[in-house]
């Protein structure tokens, strides 16, 4: 605090110093100025401020990667793909006008009650088993109490204490670039409620009570790749349950990410401090933030949206007007029954068939390099153009092999091993009855091959010209004339060597 104080003093006496009119002193060759005089202090504070501004908050600022870590929880919200809001019969439309879609129960009058869309339900078990959760086969819905503008009703419904999922995981992939691995990350809860309005500034716009499922993460993720990646996977599994279209640019999955730091090796957490869809200060506290979309500065900044509210102000309370939702181990079974292959277990299932079907194919022999390349390029491109997985194409291990062994050995050309690989692949076969068959062996005969060549060239006088009068480029227009003349079954290799052979003859 002295030195503070001592600094504070230092500068106001530097900037009263600035404009003093000090007496010319004597030229002294070994004058040292007092270390207490005002200039003297002025310069070397000038300088001192300057060092600790650029060195000493670089060091800070370095320091607080290695000593400190974030810690990340999101709160996902997504629109259920029903054709009816959650709790009336008003059709729900992307895009619809404000205020088209709207009844008494939207809005909240006296008297109107709202019903379970069965839809809702459906999805969160779908979701919930998804999510690997634990359901609640009793659970309930709450009124959450709180006041804004776009939400007309004054309350929204949804699920407080006893959320119709719980204790769940879901595991991701994080690129190799990044990192690679395998991460699990903890689900906290998944609960059913109404979605709010939206305000639209221009009109009035009420487009409140669309379903929502609220996906609430533990705190797991500790940086920015492994919390985008979450978000990422969480896209894909809804948009493959079908339970929404997953669209974020509509609104229909919105993340909203709980951030707080500490240091590491401490097991407590921080303030967290919610950034909406995604500061700081110099004390933090809880409070949601948004993204300074306008802001004019090289940095992103976010601004405080509201100081978080607690539970209390929520004023949770069970909602009198619907029943309890009860779920039978039948009816679970049945959505059980009904789940696609999952994103994260069809990679899994991929890898290993992709991992079988590589080690089958080396163990007839083939070279692993070449097996990859096939394998990662043509027979993969097929696979996603036709909508097949490695086990329903008709290409087999074996095959594959002696495919491989017929253009290392010089049988055939590598075009003409593509064109045998795909009728391989949509038809099956063997690879030395279609070469037999279709007369695919590749000519290596010189004599032969030389024929072809002398043909070309002679059927092209005005190419050779241009040729030899320095456009070489030309060459690849001969080598094609003359796979073509063999219907691709010239030796590339050989055909080159004889084709510049003939062309830069002076004959």
């Known amino acids: 605090m002295r030195m503070k104080k001592k600094k504070e003093e230092d500068l106001k006496l530097c900037q009263s110093h600035k404009g003093e009119n000090r007496p010319n002193r004597p030229s002294q060759s070994r004058l040292v100025p007092s270390l207490n005089s005002p200039s003297h202090r002025c310069s070397l504070l000038s300088h001192l401020q300057s060092k600790f501004s650029t060195s000493t908050q670089s060091k800070k600022l370095d320091k607080i990667p290695k000593d400190y870590e974030a810690v990340i929880g999101i709160e996902t919200h997504v629109q259920l793909s029903t054709l009816t809001k959650a709790f009336c019969g008003c059709p729900y439309n992307y895009g619809s006008?404000?205020?088209s879609s709207i009844c008494p129960v939207c809005m909240g009058l006296p008297g109107a009650l709202p019903v379970l869309n069965s839809k809702v339900i459906e999805f969160a078990v779908k979701l919930g088993l998804a999510l690997n959760c634990n359901l609640a086969f009793n659970s309930k819905f709450d009124r959450k109490q709180y006041f804004y503008p776009d939400l007309p009703k004054g309350y929204q419904i949804s699920q407080f204490d006893v959320p119709i999922a719980t204790g769940g995981f879901l595991d991701v992939d994080i690129p190799v670039e990044f990192g690679g691995g395998h991460k699990r990350f903890g689900i906290t809860r998944v609960h059913m409620e109404e979605d709010a309005g939206k305000l639209l500034h221009t009109e009035t716009g009420l487009l409140s009570g669309v379903p929502l499922l609220e996906i609430?993460?533990?705190?797991?993720m500790r940086n920015g790749i492994e919390a985008a990646e979450y978000a990422a996977e969480l896209q894909r599994l809804v948009r493959y349950?079908?339970?929404?279209?997953?669209?974020?640019?509509?609104?229909?999955?919105?993340?909203?990410?709980?951030?707080?730091?500490?240091?590491i090796g401490q097991s407590k957490f921080g303030t967290k401090v919610q950034l909406h869809s995604q500061g700081q200060e110099d004390q933090i506290v809880q409070e949601t933030r948004l993204w300074d979309e306008g802001s004019q500065a090289s940095t992103i900044l976010t601004i405080t949206m509201r100081k978080k509210e607690g539970l209390a102000d929520y004023r949770y309370f069970p909602e009198p007007d619907l029943p309890a939702v009860i779920l039978s181990q039948e009816y679970v079974d049945r959505v059980q029954d009904s789940l696609p292959e999952l994103?994260?277990?069809?990679?899994r299932n991929e890898d290993l068939i992709d991992s079988e079907f590589f080690d089958a194919t080396l163990a007839?022999?083939?070279?692993?390099?070449?097996?990859?390349?096939?394998?990662?390029?043509?027979i993969v491109a097929f696979m996603k153009n036709e909508k097949l997985t490695i086990n329903e194409i008709k290409l087999t291990p074996e095959e594959l092999s002696e495919l491989i062994a017929s253009i290392k050995g010089g049988i055939i050309s590598g075009k003409i091993g593509k064109e045998i690989l795909f009728e391989l692949l949509a038809k099956g076969g063997s690879v030395k009855e279609l070469i037999e068959k279709k007369d695919l062996v590749q000519i290596a005969d010189p004599v032969e091959i030389e024929k072809m060549v002398d043909k070309v060239i002679a059927e092209n006088p005005k190419q050779v010209e241009q040729y030899r009068g320095?456009?070489?480029k030309l060459q690849g227009y001969f080598a094609g004339q003359v796979m073509k003349l063999s219907k691709g079954k010239a030796n590339p290799g050989l055909l080159n060597k004889i084709l510049l052979e003939k062309l830069n003859s002076k004959n």
Do not use: F, Y
Request: charge should be negative.
């Open 364 to 378: 007839k022999g083939a070279d692993a390099k070449l097996v990859a390349n096939w394998i990662m390029s043509d």
């Open 470 to 472: 320095g456009k070489t």
């Open 241 to 263: 349950l079908g339970v929404s279209n997953g669209n974020m640019q509509e609104g229909s999955l919105r993340c909203d990410v709980n951030v707080s730091i500490r240091p």
């Open 343 to 347: 994103p994260e277990e069809k990679r």
């Open 216 to 220: 609430v993460s533990e705190p797991d």
């Open 97 to 99: 006008h404000p205020n």
